[in-house]
């Protein structure tokens, strides 16, 4: 039997790394077995030169000294003594001031970016949990902090003192706390914020940001990157899975309130079923699409939905009891609120909500109630008292206005492709009066494509697609579009782009390239434009073109209902086919005369033909450079002309 040589140096340099891999304690023990070391050794050499290290313990003692300070080299006499302080005072160097400082420095920044990956758990209780880092969270958590009014209203209702607001994040890092600080309407609020690392998916991680005790739970949707098996809608049910599990093994009865996004409209009941806590699930495709589909049937809306829904600091819904006001007629709540428009009522049934908006006059508040209101701030929620003791006469109905249906078929361009496309050609189906052609151009392969539009097979008589597979950045490929020729044209964010920047340069790079096309076009189509990064907005605004910004519409959308749940059924029936929607309304239909009119006289006349009046939208811009005038001051005059039109809300029966 052949024996194998014995490889020390191998097995010592082994049994050297598994010692210092195990941390900075043995480490810094292993550092100091080796300034014994030197120490004894040295002492045993300086030994025979005589006094003072005559003695063992003094000579090991003498080696100690020049081994941890240097200065003690120019005390020693005799070559061989300073032969040896010498070499120890070396080895000092190396040993004690190198190997001591490189493990503590090493400990401390490893302590460091242990504490910046924010792995300690917290203990916190109504916080507000953002679970997932996507391009949302960052808007979402600039929406919270801006929305003082309802935070405060949210504060009360958990008798909580001060806003908590967590970030459970896959990965944390200092760049993250930066675009948080940089955001304009976050800035320094940013130290507010505790990120944490994790998977939403994970209960372990989920205790680390204890999830049990907050008083809501925003769940955001990624927004690009898919893989095969695993997609956002099915880590957002896996969580809501693993906060049900965390609260069953935990024996807790009282779950806390979830918003979460879902993509896939038939993902939603799949999520509701998830989860047995108060739950709102916002459909992200189906909004989106709504908004899109409403914007090409009344084209110009968007400007009206980008700032309902994206700007916090222009005019927002509001929903709100008024306890005092109950018995009070819409009519006269319309009067004694001079600052914001009454859409109507809310009424809570159960665990659920139901709108109703655009309602008659003599209608009464009734107690439980809550009143939509359309207001720029929390502020401008007060009503007059005297408003209310003035006996009005009431306005006469004078029957409800048609809303123009287009008979012959509508056209649409579609460029690009993403998840939202087919979710609005689901929509534009539900259309039941209206026929449309549509012309898809994308790279995207037409088999992918016909899976996600199986739908359009079944039946569909009012809705045809036509197949193109282009790049329609390349001006050759978007002349062969005929684009000229459409009613609408829709570009939209691309999906194949991991990065919404990305994604945004080829939209207005197609944008730019269409403009060429339509430029001596006879009649110019509607061009409607989806961006996912807000600071691009203001790139395409010098054109014809209208914008919505899917992220900001969304945060905005998370962070409202997550402080205000009925929201939720405020959105659904303003955006769904049939029931209140918003459109636009010429001044002749309500025999308005051009000139100067108060906007109070714009509201009596809405009323009279059942509708709400929101607004005023200029065909020219006014002193602040503004089209849309939403809820404009009612005692203020306006100057109205033959262009200009209304922006109201109706009932589609």
Request: proline share 4%; hydrophobic share 40%.
């Amino acid at each position: 039997m052949r024996l194998k040589r014995p490889r020390i140096r191998r097995k010592i340099i082994f049994t050297l790394e598994r010692q210092l891999v195990k941390g900075a304690h043995f480490q810094l023990l292993l550092v100091a077995a080796l300034i014994g070391l030197i120490s004894i050794i040295g002492g045993i050499l300086v030994m025979p030169s005589g006094s003072p290290t005559a003695t063992f313990g003094e000579s090991v003692w003498w080696a100690f000294l020049r081994l941890t300070d240097p200065g003690y080299l120019g005390d020693d006499v005799g070559n061989w003594r300073r032969f040896i302080s010498t070499l120890i005072t070396v080895a000092g160097y190396v040993i004690f001031l190198g190997s001591l400082v490189a493990v503590i420095t090493t400990w401390m920044n490893r302590k460091i970016r242990h504490l910046e990956q924010g792995l300690t758990p917290v203990t916190a209780n109504d916080h507000i949990l953002i679970l997932g880092w996507s391009n949302r969270t960052i808007h979402i958590a600039a929406e919270i902090f801006q929305s003082v009014g309802r935070i405060k209203r949210f504060l009360e209702r958990y008798d909580a003192k001060k806003l908590q607001l967590i970030i459970l994040s896959e990965e944390v890092s200092p760049f993250q706390m930066q675009e948080l600080k940089d955001h304009p309407m976050i800035g320094r609020r940013a130290h507010d914020i505790v990120l944490r690392t994790g998977l939403a998916i994970d209960r372990e991680h989920l205790r680390r940001v204890d999830s049990l005790n907050a008083s809501c739970i925003i769940i955001p949707s990624l927004a690009y990157g898919r893989k095969e098996l695993i997609n956002p809608d099915i880590e957002t049910i896996k969580c809501l899975l693993s906060l049900n599990a965390e609260a069953n093994s935990q024996n807790i009865q009282k779950l806390p309130y979830v918003v979460a996004e879902i993509q896939d409209a038939n993902k939603v009941n799949a999520a509701y079923r998830s989860y047995s806590g108060p739950l709102e699930v916002v459909g992200s495709n189906t909004i989106i699409s709504r908004l899109m589909a409403q914007n090409i049937r009344h084209p110009g809306l968007s400007e009206v939905y980008n700032e309902i829904l994206s700007q916090v600091d222009d005019n927002n819904l509001f929903s709100q009891a008024f306890p005092e006001l109950v018995g009070q007629t819409i009519g006269k709540l319309k009067k004694a609120f001079t600052k914001a428009v009454v859409l109507g009522i809310v009424k809570k049934e159960g665990e659920h909500f139901s709108p109703q908006l655009n309602l008659p006059d003599e209608k009464l508040l009734e107690e439980g109630d809550l009143l939509v209101l359309l207001a720029r701030n929390s502020s401008d929620l007060i009503w007059r008292k005297d408003r209310l003791s003035i006996e009005s006469e009431s306005v006469p109905f004078l029957g409800q206005l048609p809303v123009d249906e287009l008979e012959n078929t509508i056209r649409i361009l579609i460029l690009g492709w993403n998840e939202h496309v087919p979710s609005l050609i689901r929509e534009l189906c539900t259309y039941e009066e209206e026929k449309y052609f549509i012309r898809l151009v994308a790279l995207r392969p037409v088999t992918e494509r016909e899976k996600d539009l199986a739908f359009l097979y079944e039946e569909n008589l009012r809705v045809s697609v036509e197949h193109f597979v282009a790049d329609f950045i390349r001006e050759s490929e978007i002349k062969k579009t005929e684009a000229e020729t459409f009613d609408h044209i829709l570009l939209v964010s691309s999906d194949r782009m991991e990065e919404e920047e990305e994604a945004d340069a080829r939209t207005m790079v197609g944008y730019v390239l269409l403009e060429e096309v339509l430029e001596k076009a006879p009649k110019r189509p509607s061009v409607l434009l989806e961006l996912s990064d807000p600071s691009n907005e203001s790139l395409v605004k010098s054109f014809q073109s209208e914008v919505i910004i899917s992220p900001m519409v969304l945060s905005h959308l998370l962070a409202g209902i997550a402080l205000q749940r009925e929201l939720n059924s405020i959105y659904n029936e303003l955006f769904t086919v049939g029931g209140a929607e918003i459109i636009f309304r010429d001044l002749n239909e309500y025999g308005v005369s051009f000139g100067k009119i108060h906007f109070h006289e714009i509201e009596s006349l809405a009323t009279a033909h059942g509708e709400t009046v929101l607004g005023i939208y200029l065909n020219r811009a006014d002193e602040a450079g503004n089209h849309l005038l939403l809820n404009p001051s009612k005692g203020k005059k306006i100057d109205l002309s033959d262009k200009d039109r209304l922006v109201v809300l109706t009932t589609f029966y």
